[in-house]
């Protein structure tokens, strides 16, 4: 498998290290992440989900293996040419510390003191399943020791963006996520919040209408019913459809119209995309005003492909929605931001859980 080139590490203040682990239904993502955030080597392979969780925690042991070992020896190529130039820019000889433990994040309901995947839509068949054991079952005998912590991914990328991203500094943060679901994570005081049985920060279920759209969780108005990636482009499509509206920028591509096509023709001018993004701003400030007035948070971080429609169409309004609705006081303070850690975020979050566990 391949594993991608090392990167400058000359930032980091200790050179310990973690392994950071993205489990999804399809992919393994995995990286040695430096204390500073910086990834030095990852991979992607894959997850092999519906072959059982042995062999998802064989690949992901395996992955781990391949990443130390890469690094091991580019770690004695470095030593043994030590004054030759490379190509390894910023790297230095014995330029790692130590590896202080691995994190794991994956979608579902996680129970992190348990080290157990309690249900996950992405792994058909997963009841309890003892993750962290299989893993450690399978690392070989001088890792085979080391903490794994395990994570909700939408937590883990809370925790990346609030360690190494957009929320560096803060104490109370949500992440919110737009993607093909709305996700997110809150984190308070500086810890991730779980909520009583770990079911805590469906932010995408937040409802901004009693009795609006009905979302795929069956209840009404929910907020990833109005801003999903899919019913963001079902919403445009009704207009075009069913209000007969002209949009010269997407009628002619109606099956083919994803989140970022619609943005593209909102800013070369399209009529109804401008509307779609206008709306969609609208129902996403409802929903932070809702935050704001139940968490007071310092920041409300907003990553995912929808989130790339960017400042004009989507932040700007936002946050002019939320300082109409919100209480003064809960407003004023609020900032609105983007993450800044892209899909790298799990990673690096679960990778900083594991040091900060160490
Ligand atoms: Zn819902």
């Not at 690949?59 to 770690?75: F, K, M, V, Y």
């Not at 130039?85 to 691995?102: D, T, Y």
């Not at 157990?116 to 309890?128: A, E, I, K, T």
């Not at 679901?181 to 901004?208: C, K, M, P, S, W």
Request: overall charge negative.
């Amino acid at each position: 498998m391949k594993v991608d080139p090392i990167k400058d590490t000359t930032q980091s203040t200790t050179n310990d290290y973690s392994v950071g682990v993205d489990l999804g239904g399809t992919q393994i993502k995995a990286g040695l992440v430096l204390d500073n955030g910086d990834i030095i080597a990852d991979l992607t392979i894959p997850s092999q989900a519906n072959d059982g969780a042995e062999v998802v925690a064989r690949n992901i042991a395996e992955a781990i293996h391949s990443l130390l070992d890469e690094i091991q020896a580019t770690d004695r190529n470095l030593n043994s040419r030590s004054n030759e130039s490379s190509n390894l820019i910023g790297r230095q000889e014995h330029v790692l510390g130590h590896l202080v433990g691995i994190g794991i994040g994956t979608p579902g309901l996680i129970i992190p003191s348990q080290g157990v995947v309690h249900f996950s839509p992405n792994f058909q068949g997963w009841r309890d399943i003892p993750l962290v054991n299989l893993v450690q079952q399978q690392l070989k005998p001088g890792i085979a020791n080391l903490p794994i912590h395990i994570e909700n991914d939408g937590n883990a990328m809370a925790y990346g963006e609030l360690r190494q991203g957009a929320g560096i500094g803060m104490n109370d943060v949500v992440c919110l996520t737009l993607g093909t679901g709305v996700g997110g994570g809150i984190i308070i005081d500086g810890q991730i919040f779980h909520g009583n049985r770990y079911v805590g920060a469906e932010l995408g279920h937040t409802i901004i209408f009693g009795d609006g759209r009905q979302c795929g969780c069956g209840n009404y108005g929910c907020l990833e019913a109005y801003v999903g990636g899919g019913q963001i482009v079902e919403r445009t499509r009704a207009k075009i459809i069913k209000e007969v509206r002209r949009s010269p920028g997407l009628e002619n591509q109606l099956r083919a119209l994803t989140p970022q096509t619609i943005a593209e023709a909102a800013v070369d001018g399209d009529p109804v995309a401008i509307e779609i993004f206008a709306e969609t701003a609208r129902y996403i400030g409802i929903a932070l005003t809702s935050f704001a007035h139940i968490l007071n948070p310092q920041m409300v971080i907003i990553g995912g492909g929808v989130a790339a429609a960017g400042e004009k169409l989507l932040f700007e309004p936002i946050r002019v929605e939320v300082q109409q609705r919100a209480m003064d006081t809960n407003a004023e303070s609020l900032q609105i931001v983007a993450a800044k850690l892209g899909n790298r975020a799990g990673l690096v979050g679960a990778a900083m859980l594991a040091q900060r566990q160490a």
